[in-house]
């Protein structure tokens, strides 16, 4: 419904706690904002692994009688939003196998971007695959792997996949995490008592009390058992690329990523903001909630108070049933309302985290209008979003990006503010600290830091949107 990059997916699981099951349910709550189409947990009790998982939000899948289907001290869970591969079942995680190995789960955030290729190897040695998701491919290099042992097999397996990938896996008596040498997701380690925690934000540990050690490092295959915590690092060395956007928009504002909290980071993002793109205004209005840090920034830098000006439905569920008489805007003013009290006869800096085909900041301004604003100024706390991402996020098509295609007249006109402001690239990697190389900013920038092996950039494209027609790039 809102005009955004979509989140992509979020990865909890913890080893040595006789609730390990329960503690993930509570752990996938708090990523919930990461993936809302499906949800899963996989359990061992030492002897068998088990797995429960389906389409729809975590508090609606699980209750106490699945939950307790899934006995035992190791357990793994995932929410996702589909990014490579359909939305179905059979593509939600984690994934279950059982082969040479032994049972393993597997979840997995982010994107691979060799999938293509290593599954079209595969398929021709034999593997038969269940689902379209990247992701399988994984398991599948792993179920092949002659080598002698499991964490072995697990290297080697993983050694083979190129992209994005945050990792926890389960055996039937470890727990496995593993984050890509570019370390575009995040993955934090933790621990709870006398058990461990490995989980895409931190906000999953605040939930059930558990305490932040490290984040599992770029690069890194850390291994869980009885045994103590193993360390590899069976990767070469690799520029990082922590995805910018999670700061931006992804993580929620109470985590910790890449080493610093998201809500000082976004809140700098407003004040670099205000800054940057100055404007004479009454009243700084957010778009709630993604905007609010920002504009809680840009107020305090501007010296301009900041009022919430529009008031966000929370309680919108994925569906709702429409009237038979059209209401203009529909969509959007079932989840916003104005509150003309803020609004009216001000002159109104409109504050939001990112502006991507521009059709709802268009609806958006229109409603503040309404609501009798003199003068509506939209300010973005990130740069133009010029290209689409490859690693693990949904974007629309290039074409569909209006900073791709519009001068910033025109997306002024198109949306109609009475002017626009986004932040500058060097303002963005100001804010979040002196290691800029350390960032990804292909999405602002069209410059990926990890190339596609063939012609994956179609090939993904294709598999995020799955329209043939329209791939472009
Ligand atoms: S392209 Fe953008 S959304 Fe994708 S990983 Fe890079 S910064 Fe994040």
């Known amino acids: 419904m809102f005009d955004k990059f979509k989140d992509e997916c979020g990865v909890f699981g913890i080893f040595g706690h006789p609730e390990a099951a329960n503690m993930t349910y509570l752990g996938l709550y708090a990523l919930q904002h990461r993936g809302q189409e499906s949800a899963g947990i996989s359990a061992s009790d030492g002897q068998q692994v088990r797995i429960s998982r389906e389409m729809g939000y975590v508090a609606d899948i699980f209750d106490g009688g699945t939950l307790a289907k899934l006995p035992g001290p190791l357990a793994i869970g995932h929410v996702r939003y589909s990014t490579a591969g359909e939305s179905k079942l059979l593509n939600a995680q984690p994934i279950l196998i059982d082969c040479a190995h032994g049972q393993i789960a597997l979840c997995h955030n982010g994107n691979i971007v060799n999938a293509r290729e290593l599954r079209d190897e595969l398929v021709q040695q034999g593997s038969i695959f269940q689902s379209n998701s990247d992701t399988e491919?994984?398991?599948h290099l792993y179920a092949r792997s002659k080598a002698r042992s499991i964490d072995d097999a697990i290297v080697e397996s993983v050694a083979q996949v190129q992209g994005?990938?945050?990792?926890?896996?389960?055996?039937?008596d470890r727990l496995i995490a593993v984050r890509d040498p570019h370390g575009f997701r995040p993955l934090a380690l933790g621990r709870l008592n006398d058990a461990w925690v490995v989980c895409s934000e931190t906000c999953a540990m605040d939930l059930i009390g558990a305490t932040y050690e490290r984040d599992v490092e770029p690069g890194e295959v850390l291994i869980i058992s009885a045994n103590g915590v193993r360390s590899i690092k069976p990767f070469p060395p690799a520029q990082l690329a922590h995805c910018i956007f999670e700061h931006v928009y992804f993580a929620r504002p109470d985590s910790y990523v890449f080493g610093r909290s998201v809500n000082e980071v976004r809140t700098e993002l407003g004040r670099v903001l205000a800054r940057e793109k100055p404007v004479d205004a009454d009243v700084v209005v957010p778009v709630p909630d993604s905007g609010v840090c920002a504009a809680m920034g840009f107020a305090?830098?501007?010296?301009?108070?900041?009022?919430?000006?529009?008031i966000r439905n929370h309680y919108v569920g994925r569906t709702f049933i429409q009237p038979q008489a059209s209401i203009r805007h529909f969509g959007v003013k079932v989840k916003l309302n104005p509150v003309r009290s803020v609004l009216n006869g001000k002159r109104v800096i409109l504050v939001d985290d990112s502006l991507v085909r521009g059709t709802t900041s268009q609806k958006i301004v229109r409603m503040v209008r309404a609501a009798g604003a003199k003068e509506v100024h939209v300010r973005i706390s990130c740069p133009p979003t010029i290209s689409p991402c490859f690693y693990g996020v949904d974007t629309p098509r290039k074409s569909d990006l209006i900073a791709a295609t519009h001068t910033l007249d025109e997306i002024q006109k198109y949306i109609g503010a009475d002017s626009v402001g986004y932040l500058s690239l060097e303002?963005?990697?100001?804010?979040?600290g002196t290691r800029r190389t350390s960032y990804c900013s292909s999405c602002y920038t069209g410059q990926y830091p990890v190339a596609f092996p063939r012609n994956e950039a179609a090939y993904l494209q294709l598999a995020l949107k799955l329209d043939t027609d329209a791939v472009k790039t």
Do not use: K, N
């Not at 305090?300 to 529009?310: F, Y």
């Not at 303002?427 to 979040?432: D, K, R």
């Open 300 to 310: 305090e830098q501007a010296g301009v108070p900041l009022r919430m000006g529009q």
């Open 427 to 432: 303002g963005l990697m100001s804010a979040v």
């Open 137 to 139: 491919v994984i398991l």
């Open 164 to 172: 994005a990938f945050s990792l926890v896996m389960l055996t039937r």
